[in-house]
């Protein structure tokens, strides 16, 4: 199979890695890719919202299959793009159409979606300038904090979780003038959902779906979760508190019912979904979904899937996933993220990264790039270094070790990745 993927981060690199273990893989190309990914891949100097550059891409080298890796062009409609192209009757793409990525590209819409649908999840209010007065009075029902989310995409800045009633108020209003731009036009108020956050992750061909796995993300800058919001500092998988009980919940009262909600809607949907949950006490809500996989959670979750990527992924776009193996490995998995000095404000590119002996580590490049004889900083989340282990401290070891094994200047990364989750279990 002859294969392109899109998108140039950590995710990329480990999903690149997976299907590059496939022996149905004939050729793969990583789009425009980094310099981990091109150890393993083409690497064709193609934007990812470049469908026009793509589409011929495709026509030239014959691809068969398509994974697009980033939410951008799937909101943007990639696929209802290549399938007006009589060109490509034949070619699979893994990802949602633009009907579908809709639930990561409006929150309003996944709202909607989960009301209709009976899906749990926090109580909210969309707002528009004109009906500010009924946002107001929205927010002053709510006990602190207060959460206001644009509506849009807005590169993952547009949540903002305020403690007071009069900051709410005051953001609120800078939203709906502009502060996102046209992505905060439409502003959600949510109810505040408090408890432990995870993620969980499934591959649907819109009737039959596989739960990939469920991972813990470490989203802020410092230790203890503290400071600005990341792409992503760490991830575990799977996350030990997320029990039977809870995968069950999940299964039956979110991941199934997103699934027959898109089918009943007439949305015919392919790709992967990324269930943001809260484990409220036991009772799992979602806070939003995304339509595609999570960066760095991919990089513990392919890791864990025993099967082959490809057959998965070629199940998916012919509607035959019920019928294709999923095993998944029993082990622990774990990621730790090397960013640069700076991120996710002002950060340098262009440092030399020196690579040491990282022995079995699992290393996914996100924000590398090669020059010569040399790989450079080129992004700010810059490499995931991880590793497998019986339980998570044995990973957690490892991984650290295979951290310490990378240099760059002003690298930074957090010390306490998974240190949470030892208190749940030893696994
Ligand atoms: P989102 O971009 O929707 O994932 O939101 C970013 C972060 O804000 C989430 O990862 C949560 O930590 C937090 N968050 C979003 N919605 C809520 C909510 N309703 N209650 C509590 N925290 C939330
Ligand atoms: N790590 C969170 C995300 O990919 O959205």
């Given at each position: 199979m002859k294969v392109l993927l899109l998108g140039s981060g950590g995710r990329e690199h480990a999903l690149a890695w997976k299907m590059a273990q496939s022996d149905q893989l004939e050729k793969l190309y990583v789009a425009p890719g980094n310099a981990g990914t091109a150890e393993i891949a083409g690497s064709p100097d193609l934007a990812v919202n470049d469908f026009v550059g793509i589409a011929e891409f495709i026509a030239k080298e014959g691809i068969e299959l398509l994974v697009v890796g980033p939410e951008d062009p799937l909101v943007g409609g990639i696929r209802d793009f290549l399938e007006a192209d009589g060109r490509f009757a034949n070619l699979m793409i893994i990802g949602p159409g633009k009907s579908g990525a809709r639930l990561e590209g409006s929150k309003d819409f996944a709202k909607e979606f989960m009301l209709r649908h009976h899906i749990p999840t926090a109580a909210y209010r969309t707002i528009t300038a004109e009906k500010l007065e009924e946002g107001r009075a929205f927010l002053r029902g709510l006990t602190p904090p207060y959460v206001l989310k644009a509506d849009g995409l807005a590169a993952g800045k547009g949540v903002l979780i305020l403690d007071t009633l009069q900051?709410?108020?005051?953001?609120?209003?800078?939203?709906?003038?502009?502060?996102?731009?046209?992505?905060s036009s439409r502003v959600v108020i949510e109810e505040y959902l408090s408890g432990i956050e995870i993620s969980v992750f499934a591959l649907t061909d819109g009737t039959y779906y596989k739960v990939l796995g469920s991972a813990k993300d470490y989203k802020r800058i410092g230790e203890g979760d503290t400071g600005l919001n990341t792409g992503g500092m760490g991830a575990?998988?799977?996350?030990?508190?997320?029990?039977e009980a809870f995968n069950h919940k999940v299964e039956e009262r979110i991941i199934a019912p997103t699934v027959n909600g898109l089918k009943a809607d007439g949305i015919d949907y392919k790709g992967f979904l990324f269930f943001g949950l809260m484990n409220c006490g036991g009772e799992p809500k979602v806070i939003e979904y995304n339509v595609r996989m999570g960066d760095p959670e991919t990089e513990v979750v392919m890791p864990r899937i025993s099967s082959d990527l490809l057959r998965l992924f070629e199940a998916t776009a012919r509607g035959t996933l019920s019928e294709a193996a999923f095993e998944t490995d029993p082990r622990s998995c774990v990621t730790v993220m090397l960013v640069a000095g700076g991120y996710p404000e002002n950060y340098r590119k262009g440092d030399t990264i020196q690579i040491g002996n990282t022995g079995e580590c699992l290393v996914f490049q996100a924000g590398t790039k090669r020059i010569g004889e040399k790989v450079v900083t080129n992004g700010g989340r810059v490499m995931a270094v991880g590793s497998y282990g019986k339980t998570i401290r044995e990973a957690l070891e490892e991984a650290y070790r295979g951290v310490s094994q990378i240099g760059f200047q002003g690298n930074y990364f957090r010390k306490d990745v998974g240190q949470d989750l030892m208190k749940f279990t030893e696994r």
């Open positions: 900051e709410a108020e005051r953001e609120l209003e800078e939203m709906l003038a502009g502060k996102f731009g046209k992505a575990v998988s799977p996350v030990p508190f997320a029990d």
